[in-house]
């Protein structure tokens, strides 16, 4: 069995080998009905899920309203509002899904990013994309078929930033010297970066570049064809495992009994399903699901409470963690 690199605190609390854990996306509330979250309660509902021990949470990254897509996500700049969050919680992993590296320069996206992986002790998780509202690309005056390139320079961009002093020629962000230097370097040695999907890559770039894998909720079947794919790539590659992982909606009834239903990339469902479907999930090797209750029809804070007592417990063990010195 071979193990996950040690990272950062976010990454070895999240991420460990046979193991599934799970977080929850914000906004925290039911919004089902429009593009835009309220955004109420937002902070007490993340110290919530802290509180009663999920191991993290996850934002987005979304410069535009397009109102296409359908979804505003949680409004407000990613950064920003992880810095916000990070000195308002102590233990929680904060994660990006994800930043769309086109339509930002990495030197922005490599200083903040450590910036809040330093502020908050280690506990950054940054999901990185090509992005895929086309809407948005004109708009800043980017070329949306380029942006596998972009993707590419940016990703090693963000890598090479935490060396001291790096060298780097990029296309279409500039060329770095070594005679200048890029601070804050993250808490450890380095910023752990987790692919979205494909991100107009192969996946043996991914395997190979990246630290773990974010693909799209899928048929079970389908989707342990995907991380037994990810899996081989990734033992060709180099010393260590790297966890894959996926989100989920899901509206959780107050019947734990309450027999599966399916919507939009989810479930709605009772305690008893749900948990043998994450077990299902952790058997095909999937090592953590950020959930999403956008949908939920319950109060949410029932429903966070319901999900800490009757499924949590499943599967947040007591295995220690590796330590990061």
Excluded: C
Excluded at 122 to 147: C, H, Q, T, W
Excluded at 203 to 224: F, H, I, S, T, V
């Amino acid at each position: 069995m071979r193990e996950f690199e040690p990272i950062n605190k976010a990454y070895n609390s999240v991420f460990q080998v046979d193991e599934l854990s799970i977080g929850i996306v914000v906004p925290i509330e039911n919004y089902d009905q429009g593009l835009m979250p309220t955004m109420e309660h937002h902070l007490e509902r993340v110290e919530l899920i802290e509180d009663l021990g999920f191991k993290s949470l996850w934002i987005r990254d979304v410069p535009f309203n397009v109102p296409s897509f359908g979804d505003a996500g949680q409004m407000y700049d990613p950064f920003t509002y992880l810095g916000f969050l990070a000195g308002k919680t102590s233990k929680i992993a904060l994660g990006v899904s994800s930043i769309a590296l086109p339509l930002h320069h990495p030197v922005h996206v490599a200083k903040s990013a450590a910036t809040i992986d330093q502020l908050s002790g280690g506990r950054l998780l940054l999901g990185v994309a090509s992005g895929d509202r086309f809407d948005e690309y004109p708009a800043m005056g980017i070329d949306y078929d380029n942006r596998g390139e972009l993707f590419r320079e940016a990703f090693q961009y963000i890598r090479r930033s935490q060396e001291s002093f790096p060298v780097l020629e990029t296309k279409n962000f500039g060329d770095l010297k070594g005679h200048i230097d890029i601070l804050p370097k993250a808490k450890n040695h380095k910023i752990p970066l987790l692919m979205t999907g494909f991100s107009q890559q192969s996946l043996e770039w991914n395997a190979e570049q990246a630290d773990g894998w974010m693909y799209y909720p899928r048929d079970p079947r389908q989707q342990k064809y995907r991380i037994e794919e990810w899996r081989a790539l990734v033992a060709e590659s180099g010393e260590f495992d790297k966890p894959f992982m996926q989100p989920l909606y899901v509206d959780l009834q107050e019947d734990d009994n309450f027999m599966p239903q399916p919507i939009h990339l989810g479930l709605r469902t009772g305690a008893n399903y749900l948990n043998t479907y994450l077990q299902h999930l952790k058997t095909i090797g999937v090592n953590h699901v950020s959930i999403n209750l956008r949908f939920n029809s319950n109060r949410m804070e029932e429903t966070l409470e319901r999900l800490a007592e009757k499924v949590l417990p499943e599967f947040h063990t007591t295995k220690k963690e590796k330590a990061i010195i």
